[in-house]
């Protein structure tokens, strides 16, 4: 299965394929990223643990590299499985031209548009819109003014991809792939153990069989936020950090190794006492996988940390 992602240069392709490949920033097989015109010839990346599907990152269309008079002939689209035409702002010729040339041959395409979290924030700044309305606007824009039917057109962040349409994208574009792609859910119900309250539907927990009651059920232990800790993350020093309680075993490149005690006040949780996270952080976390410090000093640079289990 070969899909391509095709558009103009600078609308944020390789990192959309980044982040539909679910990678971790600079791991191995990320695809270069940068404010410079980065894909000069077509590159092609496989799908983790699952090579058979593959996404051709194509050069921007539009540069003196890639001429847009040019483009379609040289990428030859028609013989793609799938394509996906990527956007960053209002429609261009070239995107009008891609989405015609695809539908004279019959090749499913999915229209992105990115960046969807610069524009809220904009809007939100020069004209008080909140994110339902900034969103609405650019459906209509597209669907009114370019003819573009809502089941192919997905509003996306790379930089939050478990927000907007993302994971719409990810299901549509990847059918095969669901069980795959399915992520623990933050926001999923409690899980509630037979014979509790909650999973035989009675009001007090004394219409509950006792055994749930009994004294070997262990009480909870550790805060919100260290629990959401636990596991092994690593940051862009390849170092390790295995949470384990309040204890976090590390572990540097050059193979020396400490234990940091965790600390937790006021709601929040300290990485030795000059950097620090709440619940709100954690959240984030789970969604896209990327833990963020928080400096007490300003001086100091953020500490990022990334899931690796």
């Not at 950090?241 to 400490?258: F, I």
């Not at 965790?262 to 984030?284: F, H, M």
């Amino acid at each position: 299965m070969n899909v391509a992602v095709v558009g103009n240069s600078g609308v944020g392709k390789s990192l959309l394929i980044n982040k539909l490949r679910k990678l971790r920033p600079h791991a191995e097989g990320w695809a270069p990223v940068g404010v410079n015109e980065t894909t000069m010839r077509p590159q092609m990346y496989p799908f983790p643990n699952q090579h058979s599907v593959r996404l051709w990152d194509l050069p921007g269309a539009g540069t003196t590299a890639v001429p847009a008079a040019t483009y379609l002939q040289d990428m030859g689209l028609r013989y793609f499985d799938q394509v996906i035409v990527v956007t960053a702002g209002r429609f261009t010729e070239m995107e009008v031209a891609l989405r015609a040339e695809l539908e004279s041959h019959c090749v499913p395409y999915y229209l992105v548009r990115t960046k969807v979290d610069q524009d809220i924030w904009n809007n939100r700044e020069d004209n008080f819109a909140d994110q339902p309305k900034t969103l609405q606007i650019i459906r209509e824009d597209l669907e009114q003014k370019h003819s573009v039917k809502s089941h192919c057109l997905y509003l996306v962040s790379s930089r939050d991809p478990e927000e907007f349409d993302m994971p719409r994208l990810m299901a549509d574009l990847f059918p095969c792939l669901r069980k795959q792609l399915q992520q623990l859910d933050p926001l999923a119900p409690s899980f509630c153990p037979a014979g509790s309250p909650q999973a035989l539907g009675v009001v007090t927990a004394a219409a509950a069989p006792p055994a749930w009651h009994d004294s070997w059920a262990l009480p909870i232990a550790l805060s919100v936020i260290i629990a959401g800790l636990q596991g092994r993350w690593g940051d862009s020093y390849s170092a390790s950090y295995l949470v384990q309680n309040s204890s976090c075993h590390v572990t540097l490149s050059t193979g020396s190794n400490a234990v940091v005690i965790l600390s937790q006040q006021d709601g929040v949780v300290w990485w030795c006492s000059r950097w620090y996270i709440n619940e709100e952080a954690l959240l984030k976390a789970r969604r896209n996988r990327e833990l963020r410090w928080t400096p007490v000093n300003l001086q100091d640079k953020p500490l990022v940390w990334y899931w690796c289990d």
